[in-house]
């Protein structure tokens, strides 16, 4: 779990595998190889492996992230 003050910013990421994030609280912008996303509660969300990705905090922000694996070596 992660959380996150209005306008605190996660610097841009680059994971090897497929990451679910679901929004538990708040709102936030996520930027996804340079698109933009807004999410808010009950929302959620696929990352690809290898995309670069952002979050910046639109309010109190908590997300639930699982990283998933299957079909990796």
């Given amino acids: 779990m ?3 003050d209005k306008g ?3 610097a841009e990421k680059i994971i090897p595998f497929d ?3 679901q929004v538990i609280d708040g709102k936030a912008e996520i930027v996804i190889d340079g698109i933009s996303n807004l999410i808010g509660i009950g929302h959620s969300i696929i990352i690809p492996a290898h995309a ?3 979050f910046i905090a639109l309010g109190s922000f908590k997300m ?10």
């Fill in 8 to 10: 605190q910013v996660q």
């Fill in 2 to 4: 992660a959380a996150f």
């Fill in 52 to 54: 670069s990705s952002t």
């Fill in 19 to 21: 990451t679910f994030f």
């Fill in 64 to 73: 639930i992230s699982t990283i998933i694996k299957s079909g990796y070596e």
